[in-house]
């Protein structure tokens, strides 16, 4: 597609349940981060995909949190047993191949998000 | 970690007014970006910018990377201004991943 697709746009679910968001960056993009936005707040980094590289975890809050990325491009976020303090927006993005070691970032490019609301 | 403010947290213009939002940042940064947030909650690029001055229309940008800090400029705002301005920084060369300020949330009434 054109732009960074998100899915489920909205999920409600009980607490405790597991639940699985699906990202489907820009063909062609080797980056992948997610996000996490509460109500009212800014940009938490969760994790980042980079090709082939180990992804970087370093933002993931727990270990109910996890992030997988298919052949470099398709992605899941799988938050299991959630909890009420998981209620968000969860952002994924992906940006284009680096220009080379030691060159600045891309822009990248944010997909609509998956609110997620926990009860 | 590095750590990346913004001022104001808050700002209400009227429709027609300019404004200046600043993003401070702790430690030297690769990669620069602004974006807006519109009340939807859909975030939009407006400038990549490490260093020097941009500018798109009624929107400018201008990153002095040596004294860490980088300011976005709207002149002549206007109602579909409104939402959330975020700057965002990568620390270093080994690693694309952008950190988000604070942001700065923007009312501009006709």
């Known amino acids: 597609g054109a732009g960074v697709s998100q899915s489920p746009s909205n999920k409600v679910t009980e607490k405790g349940k597991d639940v699985e968001l699906r990202c489907d960056p820009i063909s062609g993009h080797t980056a992948l981060y997610w996000y996490r936005q509460s109500l009212g707040q800014g940009l938490e980094f969760l994790i980042y995909?980079?090709?082939?590289?180990?992804?970087?975890k370093s933002g993931l809050p727990s270990d109910r949190f996890s992030a997988e990325r298919t052949g470099g491009s398709v992605s899941t976020l799988t938050i299991q047993r959630t909890q009420q303090e998981d209620s968000a927006v969860y952002l994924c993005?992906?940006?284009?191949?680096?220009?080379?070691?030691?060159?600045?970032?891309?822009?990248?490019?944010f997909g609509e998000g998956s609110w997620l609301t926990v009860v | 970690g590095i750590q990346v403010e913004q001022s104001p947290p808050d700002l209400i213009l009227q429709e027609g007014a300019n404004s200046t939002l600043r993003c401070n940042f702790s430690?030297?940064?690769?990669?620069l970006q602004w974006f807006h947030q519109n009340p939807w909650g859909q975030l939009i690029n407006l400038f990549y910018?490490?260093?020097g001055t941009k500018q798109n229309g009624r929107l400018s940008a201008t990153t002095v990377a040596t004294e860490r800090y980088s300011l976005l400029y709207i002149s002549s705002s206007q109602t579909t201004d409104s939402g959330v301005y975020f700057c965002a920084v990568e620390q270093s060369y080994n690693t694309d991943k952008l950190i988000f300020g604070t942001g700065t949330r923007l009312q501009v009434f006709p």
């Open positions: 430690d030297s940064v690769n990669n």
């Open positions: 995909f980079q090709g082939n590289s180990a992804p970087d």
């Open positions: 993005a992906s940006s284009p191949p680096a220009r080379g070691f030691g060159q600045p970032g891309n822009t990248i490019y």
């Open positions: 910018i490490p260093s």
